[in-house]
């Protein structure tokens, strides 16, 4: 029996931060080695940061990548131990993202990225080149700066650069890069049938709402047995047998913000069999996290020994093996000593951790929050409180980051306390520990309820209620009235113009109307920025605070907001995240932080209060948009997850509504959604920065590459749909009061 110590490792880098990425690395490896690992991985492009974007396609990128492992190489930290370290590559004058492999100061191998991801939020193939050459390798001349390192008399000038693999003494390793396990036929499946036993996957794997299910399934299969494969002994190329794979898979990832809308979500695995033996933490505010598992490699042989895996292994084509003078494993051969073998236990398999949704907005945006906080080195967040539902969530999100840091900082994690002393503005000596999550909130969290004459006293005791609920009742909280200003923008208008706008209820026009919304919302961006900017000033303090965003997913899409309104802010914590999703996690808060009076919020009707309040009319969000939140999540994810135009979308909803809504329904409503959609696509230019938790986000130019002016009416698509919908038979039995009891249509 040959047991074995591995390790995966989840760092929180930052993008183009080359000094405190090369600390973290190296933490990474002094910790693996203390636990008495022999093999370490990183995550993906580790030193540079994953979030370089063009700056990958600097030469300084590269050269500073070079100098840092150069470091690493001449490190006591890296010695006696292979790694596995990301970076990119310059190899023939193409750039590419490669894995370099270690060990006592030589570089055994670099592996280029064979599959990019290039959808979504990622644009791989704008920066690198993927590697086609399969299998094969070639001679790779290494900068001068690294030939001396080796600390023997022969100077290393090249190293082997391709699709191979790692030979030890005691087994195989070979790498798979992130987007690689999700390809169809993963470089795993024909590795492990020529013998490696070890699988690395370095990933930049972003937080998405419900996802880490489909990645820990993937690792599971990986190692457990695969999918038909194309072998050249079949006689049409397929061969339909699944086989049993086997393996020890190792997963590294990053976990944190590195510099743009993404969460890495860590959660580092140790995957053998299909069955995860360890697993790290999703959302963390540490910045190095190693986790560590023992496993046997006759586990794998032993999982191995079929006929079809046998059969297909035997004519499975060869990788180019690097070999390496080092064994991974204290196997126990004659002589060994007895009781230090025996010390080793295989780690037992744990059950596979999953947050529900309302955890992950709690966790997921809360950490994105204190990376941007700390790094961006600003005196806290700012946030418009207007009473309801959205700026409620926001608020609620930043007292989930106090409760994170506070956490931290009672166990003993002296990063999380230094950035907390510095935000607080505590000198660095000081004997502060940001111990009370209330107390911190109301050392770094500011918020102002700007109401108006169309502001509602329910609206504004909600906002005082919440802000002295997290606050530790000290909030500082601001509570005024802006109609001075409203008023003195209207007069302008009307002295310069000679005539007066009136809103409609007053018999304005819609236009008149629409204007006088307009302006109520504006001037609040505009105080919000001026208070955010001063208030550390008053409280005799430097520095200025950030202002959040309180925008969902579900108004952006529909455009149901002001353009440069209080929603334009530094960042948006909220931003991808669904209207219903965002009432489940103030539920779950309102219980988890012991938080009562959310349950008003809950109960509240969403309302914009830009219009007077009259006794026949009150104003609704919902009301106003012509759709329900519940329709407008259907909606979005038709139009970008499956990819839906209007006349897709229309014949897919009248399989789903259509035993409830009448054909002319159904297409009145795709028709107004693809209609308003279209003509507020503007405002998505100008949307504040999102955290990124939802496949449908709108966002524009980095998740959403769509344009900003369409013809609004689709004439041709809506025609077709107005034709069909006249012929489609009327299969609705349900009434639309039950309907909208359902919470399915408005």
Request: charged share 25%; proline share 5%.
């Amino acid at each position: 029996m040959g047991h074995l110590t591995t390790v995966a490792t989840s760092l929180n880098q930052w993008a183009l931060d080359f000094e405190g990425n090369l600390r973290r690395i190296l933490e990474s490896i002094r910790i693996a080695k203390e636990r008495g690992a022999t093999l370490r991985v990183g995550p993906e492009l580790e030193i540079t940061g994953y979030g370089c974007m063009d700056h990958f396609l600097e030469g300084d990128t590269t050269l500073h990548s070079w100098e840092v492992l150069a470091a690493i190489l001449k490190s006591e930290e890296a010695q006696d131990i292979v790694c596995d370290i990301g970076m990119p590559v310059v190899h023939k004058n193409v750039i590419y993202n490669c894995r370099i492999i270690i060990h006592n100061s030589k570089i055994l191998l670099i592996r280029p990225k064979m599959w990019m991801a290039n959808d979504g939020n990622y644009r791989e193939l704008r920066w690198f080149t993927p590697w086609t050459k399969h299998r094969q390798v070639e001679d790779h001349y290494l900068p001068r700066m690294i030939h001396g390192i080796t600390g023997s008399t022969l100077l290393q000038t090249k190293v082997a650069f391709g699709d191979a693999v790692v030979s030890t003494v005691d087994t195989c390793i070979g790498v798979e890069l992130c987007e690689e396990l999700f390809t169809p036929a993963s470089p795993h499946i024909l590795m492990g049938l020529d013998g490696v036993e070890i699988f690395t996957n370095s990933s930049g794997s972003h937080h998405e709402l419900r996802k880490l299910y489909r990645r820990v399934e993937l690792m599971k299969e990986a190692t457990m047995k695969a999918a038909p494969l194309l072998l050249p002994s079949s006689p049409n190329g397929l061969n339909q047998t699944s086989l049993q794979l086997g393996g020890i898979y190792l997963y590294a990832n990053q976990q944190g913000c590195d510099g743009d809308r993404l969460y890495y979500d860590g959660c580092a695995m140790i995957v053998v069999n299909g069955r995860v033996v360890a697993q790290g933490s999703q959302f963390s505010l540490t910045d190095v996290e190693v986790v560590t598992a023992t496993v046997d490699l006759e586990d794998v042989r032993a999982h191995r020994a079929t006929s079809s895996r046998s059969n297909q292994a035997a004519a499975a084509e060869r990788y180019h093996r690097v070999e390496v003078d080092f064994a991974l494993s204290g196997a126990r051969e004659e002589g060994d000593d007895v009781r230090a073998f025996a010390e080793l236990v295989p780690s037992a398999a744990p059950e596979v951790r999953y947050h529900r949704p309302e955890e992950e907005i709690a966790l997921g945006p809360a950490c994105w929050l204190w990376d941007y906080l700390r790094r961006s080195r600003t005196q806290g967040y700012f946030v418009p409180l207007s009473g309801g539902i959205d700026s409620c969530a926001t608020s609620v999100i930043v007292y989930s980051m106090a409760r994170l840091v506070a956490q931290a900082a009672c166990t003993g994690d002296q990063q999380v306390i230094s950035d907390a002393r510095r935000i607080a503005g505590e000198p660095e000596d000081s004997a502060y520990i940001p111990a009370d999550p209330r107390e911190f909130t109301n050392r770094i969290f500011h918020t102002c309820y700007m109401g108006t004459e169309n502001s509602s006293p329910e609206t504004r005791k909600r906002a005082k209620d919440l802000a002295e609920a997290i606050g530790r009742h000290v909030p500082y909280h601001i509570d005024l009235n802006m109609d001075t200003l409203v008023t003195a923008i209207r007069e302008l208008f009307a002295f310069v113009t000679g005539v007066k706008p009136r809103f409609r209820v007053h018999g304005g026009t819609a236009a008149e109307n629409l204007a006088l919304q307009n302006i109520q919302a504006r001037l609040r961006m505009v105080v919000a920025y001026l208070f955010a900017q001063l208030m550390p000033w008053v409280r005799g303090r430097q520095g200025g605070l950030l202002v959040l965003g309180s925008a969902n997913v579900d108004e952006s899409l529909r455009g149901y907001f002001t353009k440069y309104d209080c929603s334009s802010a530094d960042v948006n914590p909220i931003g991808a995240i669904s209207k219903t999703d965002l009432k489940k996690f103030i539920a779950y808060a309102r219980d988890a932080f012991e938080l009562p009076v959310l349950n008003d919020f809950l109960e509240a009707v969403p309302t914009a209060e830009l219009e007077p309040i009259t006794e026949t009319y009150v104003q609704a969000d919902e009301a106003d948009m012509g759709m329900t939140y519940d329709e407008l999540s259907v909606f979005g994810r038709l139009r970008k997850v499956e990819k839906a135009g209007p006349w897709s979308m229309f014949t897919k909803l009248m399989h789903e509504w259509g035993s409830f809504l009448s054909p002319q329904q159904v297409a009145e409503k795709v028709k107004l959604f693809f209609f308003e959609y279209a003509r507020n696509r503007h405002k998505m230019t100008t949307l504040t920065p999102s955290y990124h938790a939802e496949q449908y986000s709108p966002d524009d130019n980095r998740f959403d590459l769509r344009p900003f002016l369409y013809p609004s009416r689709f004439p041709w698509q809506f025609k077709k749909i107005d034709e069909a919908a006249a012929r489609w038979p009327d299969r609705s039995t349900v009434s639309i009061k039950q309907a909208q009891e359902a919470h399915v249509v408005h």
